[in-house]
């Protein structure tokens, strides 16, 4: 089975895709020079997923320059950030979802939002911040 992705939001502050697929999955989820205002220094983090697992296997969202840090490991259903206790998942690059051989089949949606080096929006980069205060 092959992934199904789709873009829900794609805004000045955040990116909301709606993700299924299966089985032995290892494909590029958020493209960063296809987001709206991505420039070549823009960075996201994963700032919330709600998701459902199906099988006894596992499912990995992983940045494209990642390190143990900045991947995420899902099994099971429940969800993962927004809340006090639950900090935003940075990391480089391209955001890579694998899925081993045990998956049946999965869903979630991801919530990443655009933390730096995106031209688009009023506080889009430290640049316009500065611009903002100097103001």
């Known amino acids: 089975m092959t992934i199904s ?3 829900l939001v794609d805004d000045s502050f955040k990116v909301i895709n709606k993700i299924s697929g299966a089985r032995n999955e290892n494909e590029t989820l958020i493209n960063l020079d296809n987001l709206k205002g991505s420039t070549n220094e823009s960075e996201i983090s ?21 390190q143990e840090d900045d991947e ?32 049946d089949k999965f ?17 889009s980069n430290i640049t316009n911040y500065r611009w903002y205060l100097w103001c």
């Open 107 to 123: 869903s979630l949606m991801l919530e990443c939002h655009k933390e730096i080096g995106f031209s688009n929006g009023w506080f």
């Open 46 to 66: 994963i700032a919330n997923v709600y998701y459902e697992i199906e099988g006894t296997g596992k499912v990995q969202l992983l940045f494209e320059n990642t």
């Open 72 to 103: 995420f490991t899902m099994i099971g259903i429940d969800n993962y950030g927004l809340k006090p206790s639950e900090q935003k998942i940075k990391g480089t690059g391209d955001i890579t979802i694998k899925t081993d051989a045990n998956v």
């Open 5 to 7: 992705s789709t873009q």
